[in-house]
């Protein structure tokens, strides 16, 4: 069983300073309140500022899982427990299965998390990976709820399937909106 909990999430702090330097892109200075509709649309943009939001996120998973996070690579940094037996004297590196558990920490900005979102809800990722992605955003949802309408598959997200064998999800979830 994997677990999911959140070390780090934006702030107001964070968010202020988000919109400072988003108002700075358009040459202009800010000062006030960072809004609940002001985040949802800067999101919705995934402009550049928005890649200032950082989480810490820590996992327990098994290592193949890991390896599916770690394909990410801009916007993340990735800190995996070592499976190294100089490192570790759980089990032997060299007879490990792909199932041993790891400790796997992500820094991960908000741009990221939204892509990384998208692939690893898709229908076409591991279910297991899938499982610990819906994890995370539940995760996420506890402490920031303004990023749940973006943490999506990518069919939701670009109105249709661009995968070469796609699941039928996005046919079945228009079917059931368009009722």
């Not at 996070?69 to 759980?90: A, I, L, M, T």
């Not at 007879?95 to 920490?105: F, N, W």
């Not at 908000?110 to 610990?132: D, H, N, P, W, Y």
Request: proline share 4%.
């Amino acid at each position: 069983m994997s677990s999911v909990e959140i070390l780090r999430h934006p702030t107001d702090e964070d968010w202020e300073r988000c919109k400072m330097l988003a108002m700075n892109t358009i040459g202009k200075r800010w000062s006030g309140e960072v809004t609940d509709e002001w985040k949802h649309k800067i999101l919705k943009a995934e402009h550049s500022p928005i890649r200032t939001l950082m989480f810490t996120v820590r996992m327990e998973l098994p290592y193949w899982v890991s390896t599916h996070f770690v394909r990410h690579k801009y916007g993340v940094e990735h800190y995996v427990s070592s499976q190294r037996n100089d490192r570790q004297s759980n089990y032997d590196r060299t007879k490990a299965p792909q199932d041993a558990m790891v400790t796997h920490i992500m820094d991960i900005n908000a741009q990221e998390l939204i892509q990384m979102a998208r692939m690893r809800l898709c229908g076409q990722a591991a279910e297991e990976t899938r499982r610990v992605m819906i994890q995370i955003c539940n995760a996420v949802d506890k402490v920031n709820p303004e990023f749940a309408p973006f943490l999506t598959a990518k069919c939701l997200a670009h109105g249709g399937c661009n995968e070469f064998k796609p699941c039928g999800y996005y046919n079945k979830y228009k079917a059931v909106t368009e009722k």
